[in-house]
């Protein structure tokens, strides 16, 4: 039937509708949501975007757009034989511009490729994600993907310079195209970034590109006090702007990390919570500056231990234990993951009570957190106990999930730190925005997207 | 009349309606046009504002949120009749966190204010504007102010963490807080950077800091082609990501300068073209490396002479030369300006149709080209030849804008860079925008102020 709706506007072998094809177009990363797409549609370009959405907003047909379907909250899924709109097919990759640091590209190019043409050119896209290899850049847009180096350089939305959509009314709108400057009007570039696929279609986009670092030294150390990594941050950021990560994880997870894989203990001393540090391009002065100041905080006590790597290989030792928590856990063990953020100043204050609240909650299973210090995001880890089955688990951190988000509404955090809300945390969006606010988010929605077509019912419903 | 209208919401001494005031109030730094507010209010708490503005719903009166008034655009003039809300009232500063490098203030607070508290505890505020002294930072955000370190550091934009506003539904919103990661639905707080108080008004804000740097080493050269500037532009950002400034000017604005300051000529010969380059905190290894760039530059003519600051009296001399062309020309000839920007690698070529199309349709006044490479924006300054009355050359430029505007957009470029459009350049926005895209402004403006009283007519009329 769908498939009949399109089948002028492209070629029989760019309109897919096998039962395999809509099940797997029809589900992201986020396992929780079967696959239910009724075609699948491979546009080459934005004039045939545009055909699409307009066919669709005549015939008022539901489109999901599409990119890697990496995605964690069910964003880009089609559950209810809604047409995906995959733009897998749109990668090609414009050009580069030396002197300005720009990229320009369709919107169905891999993050990894975007990466990695900067990077022949001694150029550098700093937003690097765990999916990277199949993310595609829209996607990232789309969600606004923030990633590891957030602290320096910011989520995706900082290095969108310019967009190429096409609005749920059909229209194609080019917002902002190459410029550094411009002020003329409401930034809508800004709006469509992190809109998940409500408002149009992301086609082609103008990255901002910056000079590749040359090294990447990291600092390892450990404190007694969560409060005390706050202190560390505070000196770290008078040294040096060019702090690139400031990641934690507890003790707890450095021992899931242990017992899977045959990295040392770097401390012979058990500590609390660790931390990596990673200083981009570390001059000899600021080098030299860090010394002295780890030296005053392990006078004070407010670090246990330290080591300063000295050799790249080092330095991502020190990372890959931070790095491979997740995957452990993924791996081995029934887990629930949280993504969560609070403002930085709070952390320890919100580890505390997030802690205290899991354990007592959670009884019998292990309580992991670790995240990024640096830009407030934590993610929470419950690690099935052995008490309880796998159903039992599940039902009790749906029924306890709620005090978690209470916890996070208390320290004005929010729902999601850059996952996105989707289809899995849409009831849970009220902790993070109030009524007006989602009310206003529906009008605009409207504006944008009269007939309610593209990707309904992620976010909020209409 | 309108006084009475809100005489139960503010004591008597807040609500100011003599004709001076009406007068002063009305108009921005834009001297087109002439004040006449019907009365100014003058509110200290979001609260406040949030019942002005319900009242201003309920008898549709005309608002317009008022800062420090030093807007080019006419942007926050009151005009015929409204009522000028300002924030100059609202100048508290709650607090700085260090180690979030965070400020939180009312939108009232003057942006040189905020520079000073963040340099009090070694952090900064790096949006540098040349009416820093008089501009609220509420204004600051509504207008997205760029200024002259936009290379390095971005617009206004880039530091606005959070934001609390008053919408023209009067109700408050809470936009972001102070979460540096948070993917909750659609970002409100960038749609309101920029908006000029069309859709609400900003009452509070947080803003992210930075390090304040050490020291502004400066590169002084000399070029014969503007597309050599695009050259050192790309080998200076190879060596460094701490490019903070590079500006340019022509000779002729050299004269200018040069005729009313007792500064000395840099060189003993006459070039075309000047740069200036700032490298924050430059390391010895930077300087290093710029100094074998230059020399291969001076070898292969991309530059024709060059000096590197040898103090910061020196460095600041060679800025000075290039921060008083506007005001040399304000104070001293009857000048037409103009704020426009393009994309960075057209800058060669639009310098040269700009320059070619200027020079034949402003027979016998001089034209001045100046402004910042790295941002693509350029200031246009025409001043007026002696042939011409003040009349005959204010019609001339009126006649002609919009060949002007027309090149701009030839190039994709932006009709105001960072001066926003108001009411000065509504009738030309178009240049900018396309229609689709302006009605779908016209919807969201709908949106979060549907009785249209914040602000009417400024942008676009609805």
Known sequence: MSRNSFKDLLPESRILDSVNDCEAYGHDWCRAYEGKASAVL???????????????????????PSGGRTGLSASATATSGEVVVSLERMRKI????????TIHCQAGVITEQIQRAAKEHGLYYPI?????GSSQIGGNIATNAGGIHVIRYGSTRQWVLGLEVVTGRGEI?????KLVKNQTGYDFRSLFVGSEGTLGFITECTLRLTRLPRSFPRIFCAAREMSDALRILELARSVSNSISAFEFFTEACLQYVLQHHSFRRPFSTVYPYYFVIEVEDMTDEESLRFQELFATALEQAWVSDVIFSQSQQQADDFMELRERIGETTASHYVVQKNDISVPVSSIPAFLRDVDELAKSTFVGCDILLFGHVGDGNIHLNIVKGEGLSRDEFFALCRA??????E???????AVSAEHGIGLLKKDYLHYSRTMPDVELMRGVKRVFDPDGILNPGKIFDL
Chains 1, 2 share one sequence.
């Open 400 to 405: 306890k999930e709620s005090t978690i988000f």
């Open 128 to 132: 690097d994600l765990a999916s990277a």
């Open 173 to 177: 709108l080019n917002l902002n195209g």
């Open 407 to 413: 916890l996070i509404a208390k320290y004005h955090g």
């Open 42 to 64: 491979l546009p080459e370009n934005t004039r045939e975007v545009q055909a699409i959405v307009q066919r669709a907003g005549e015939q008022k047909i539901a489109l999901i």
């Open 94 to 101: 414009y050009g580069i511009d030396i002197a300005e640091q």
